[in-house]
């Protein structure tokens, strides 16, 4: 460009069709990811959602369960009236239907009151209302299960499918969205080792999906 002005550079080609294919890439491996954070937390223990960090788990998983791009819809925005507080306002939690013997604290912990009723109970489906800026409320569903496994042995399975498809092997991420992924997942895995880190909890592999998720899915 630029002969006639004598102000020339060069243009480099663009190749479009490589370009969609990694948004391509990139869309189905959010996909990926979502549907493994769904199907781990199926069943959810309930010794996971009396941690301190529940909080991060039920925000993440009002992310994937709340995803307007698969068909969800963001909840209703606060009216100027209703707006009182700000964005640094605490998240506040419902527990509205739930059975008497389960109780939510405002840190998003889940506690049993009368344990004995959840042995019996053995899997309980509740609705978590979630309250944050700058929105009415979120809607949650879980199955709660007294016995489940704080850390679902199908995570090590999924951590490495993940790491295949990030690297990979089956379908090919652009090269800055895979050092990105990368990146992310190093909080919970030791990548050398293939193995999750030690003492990871929950919580703490759902928020590093979470991330992994947003970052693929906006790249696509």
């Not at 013997?101 to 998003?108: A, E, F, H, T």
């Not at 912990?109 to 944050?132: D, F, L, R, Y």
Request: hydrophobic share 40%.
């Amino acid at each position: 460009r630029g002969t006639v002005t004598g102000l020339w550079r060069f243009e480099p080609k663009m190749d479009l069709r490589h370009q969609d294919q990694h948004k391509k890439n990139a869309d189905a491996f959010a996909s990926t990811v979502r549907r493994f954070m769904l199907e781990v937390t199926q069943k959810l223990p309930l010794a996971a959602l009396a941690e301190a960090d529940a909080e991060d788990l039920l925000s993440s998983l009002s992310v994937v369960q709340n995803d307007i791009t698969m068909g969800g819809q963001y909840p209703e925005p606060l009216s100027e009236q209703e707006f009182l507080g700000g964005p640094f306002d605490a998240t506040q939690f419902a527990l509205p239907d739930g059975p008497s013997w389960l109780r939510i604290k405002p840190s998003g912990q889940i506690i049993a009151v009368n344990p004995s009723m959840m042995n019996q109970a053995g899997e309980t489906k509740v609705e978590i209302e979630m309250h944050n800026f700058p929105y009415k409320q979120t809607k949650l569903e879980l199955n709660i299960c007294h016995d489940a496994a704080k850390l679902p042995d199908a995570v090590k399975d999924y951590m490495g499918i993940i790491m295949d498809e990030a690297r990979g092997s089956n379908r090919a991420l652009a090269p800055d969205l895979r050092d990105t992924v990368l990146r992310m997942v190093k909080e919970v895995y030791d990548v050398g080792g293939r193995c999750l880190k030690s003492k990871i909890s929950l919580a703490q592999w759902l928020r590093c999906m979470k991330k992994v998720f947003i970052a693929s899915r906006t790249y696509s």
